[in-house]
């Protein structure tokens, strides 16, 4: 079999046009703002997918309560590309960029535009900091898109990692095996096998119709690794039970544990993707009667200021009355 060229990343106005999605002229404008990238597998995917990731001239307003760092990663970043909020786990960002780009990235004012990822000595200087800090049991590789290493790139890092004693976990968030599926070749299935750590990777999926072909593909190529959902929670998106059930029943088939469904962050100029709190509980709380525990994420917050990640809900018991999955009350003493 010859290689065929990749299909072209969408990213100018003319792009998406030629696609059937959206307005050249807005596109571009938005563009100029934020970065913009939807690759032709996902633009094929429907209008739960397009939402996510054609530019809208919404995203130009920005609401006063909404933050450039909505969860504070500023104030925990002892290193360049470190970020360390809790004691036993931080965040390494080598890289910056991604596939494709979220129209509601809670990384929006950082990833995908002039700042660089690290540099060889600041990518040196973060490993120093993880190697001084005997506390840290898990790196979290986050980004941007850490799967947009170069694979030999990627097995260096990894294996820089894996010979830091004390670091028995290393996580990946991405976005890859659903963007950008063929880039889950053999040669990054390859680079991602660890000698002594244990690898876990965290695929950001906001809706069913995200499992196509491909990444379903791409998703049996990584068997083996366990593998965690992240989901955000996005009117007109996925704000509604059927949306949902559908994703996290899609979560557990690919084995894919939905372990988040994230309250949309502050970032600037994505008021139009954002529900409310108790929307967002009331869903959960349907959730329960629907599907199986397996099925289930946590959905969280994560706090503005940089005070971490807090679960928001829905509680089944309160004052002595306890919630059935049918959401029947019945008492039970404290
Ligand atoms: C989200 C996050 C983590 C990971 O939190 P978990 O609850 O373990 O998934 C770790 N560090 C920072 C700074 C984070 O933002
Ligand atoms: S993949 Fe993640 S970091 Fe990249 S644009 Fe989407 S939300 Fe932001």
């Known amino acids: 079999m010859t290689d065929l060229p990749r299909p072209r990343t969408l990213r100018r106005g003319s792009d998406f046009v030629e696609a059937g999605l959206g307005d050249a002229a807005t596109i571009d404008k938005v563009a100029e703002r934020y970065a913009v990238a939807m690759t032709p597998l996902l633009a094929e995917l429907g209008p739960a997918v397009a939402k996510q990731f054609v530019p809208d001239l919404r995203e130009l ?25 809790y004691p036993d786990r931080l965040l390494l960002t080598p890289l910056l960029h991604c596939p494709v780009y979220c129209r509601f990235c809670f990384r929006r004012e950082r990833v995908g535009g002039a700042e660089k990822g690290l540099s060889d000595a600041e990518l040196q200087a973060a490993l120093d900091y993880i190697r ?5 049991w898990e790196v979290i590789l986050t980004g941007g898109d850490p799967l947009m290493l170069p694979p030999p790139r990627l097995k260096t890092l990894l294996a820089e ?6 670091v028995e976990i290393i996580r990946i968030h991405s976005r890859i095996p659903i ?5 889950v070749d053999a040669e990054m299935v390859e680079a991602l096998k660890l000698e002594r750590a244990t690898l876990w990777i965290a695929v950001h999926s906001n809706h069913a119709s995200e499992f196509s072909v491909p990444a379903i593909a791409a998703l049996r190529r990584l068997d083996g690794i366990p593998l965690l959902g992240q989901t955000v929670l996005l009117k007109d998106v996925n704000d509604n039970a059927e949306a949902l059930e559908a994703l996290f029943r899609a979560m557990v088939k690919h084995k894919i544990k ?14 139009h993707f954002r529900t409310g709190i108790e929307d967002g509980q009331e869903l959960m709380r349907g959730l329960r009667g629907k599907i199986s ?15 971490g990640k807090a679960p928001i809900g829905p509680t089944f018991w309160q004052d002595g009355q306890v919630t059935d999955w049918q959401g029947i009350d019945h008492p039970y003493r404290k």
């Open 61 to 85: 307003d920005t609401a006063p309560e909404e933050l450039a760092d909505p969860i504070g990663d500023q104030a925990h970043s002892p290193v360049k590309g470190i970020v360390h909020r």
């Open 132 to 136: 001084a800090n005997h506390q840290v």
């Open 161 to 166: 990692l894996e010979a830091i004693a004390h």
């Open 179 to 183: 963007a950008d599926p063929e880039r």
């Open 258 to 271: 939905p372990y988040y469904l994230h309250h949309l962050d502050l970032a600037p100029g994505t008021g």
């Open 293 to 307: 525990g397996v099925c289930q994420p946590t959905y969280v917050l994560d706090i503005p200021g940089g005070h």
